[in-house]
């Protein structure tokens, strides 16, 4: 598989804002549209955000739709996740993976590149 390497995550307070960042190494983004999952302690895998190969086209839970921002630079090889008036129920660890079918955070199945995440807390 390859390999994606999330970054950008960390402790914020509830309101404030943090930009995950996605890399690729060793091969292009392009090819493929992105996803931005997360997962809590103790809850299911959710699918937060994606965005088709060239951009055009974005998808949002509607947790998060008006407050996340998902958008790529194919130039820099990198997706990046946006996240504004973050709340404590954000707190999770993110995960960025691709796939070469469709845009959609409604199920991580046919996305690969499962990789370590970065952390995400919102907390005062």
């Known amino acids: 598989q390859l390999q994606l390497v999330e970054s950008g995550g960390g402790l914020v307070q509830p309101g404030g804002s943090l930009r995950l960042s996605c890399e690729a190494s060793?091969?292009?983004?392009?090819?493929?549209?992105i996803g931005w999952f997360r997962q809590a302690p103790g809850k299911e895998r959710e699918g937060v955000s994606c965005?088709?190969?060239?951009?055009?086209?974005?998808n949002y839970a509607t947790s998060v739709k008006g407050r996340f921002t998902i958008s790529r630079d194919n130039a820099k090889n990198t997706v990046y996740l946006q996240m504004n008036s973050l709340k404590p129920e954000d707190t999770a660890i993110y995960y960025c993976?691709?796939?070469?079918?469709?845009?959609?955070?409604?199920?991580?199945?046919?996305?690969?590149?499962w990789g370590q995440g970065t952390q995400v807390t919102v907390s005062s």
């Open positions: 965005i088709s190969r060239s951009g055009g086209m974005t």
């Open positions: 060793g091969f292009t983004l392009d090819r493929y549209a």
């Open positions: 993976v691709y796939t070469e079918r469709g845009c959609t955070v409604h199920s991580g199945t046919y996305y690969r590149g």
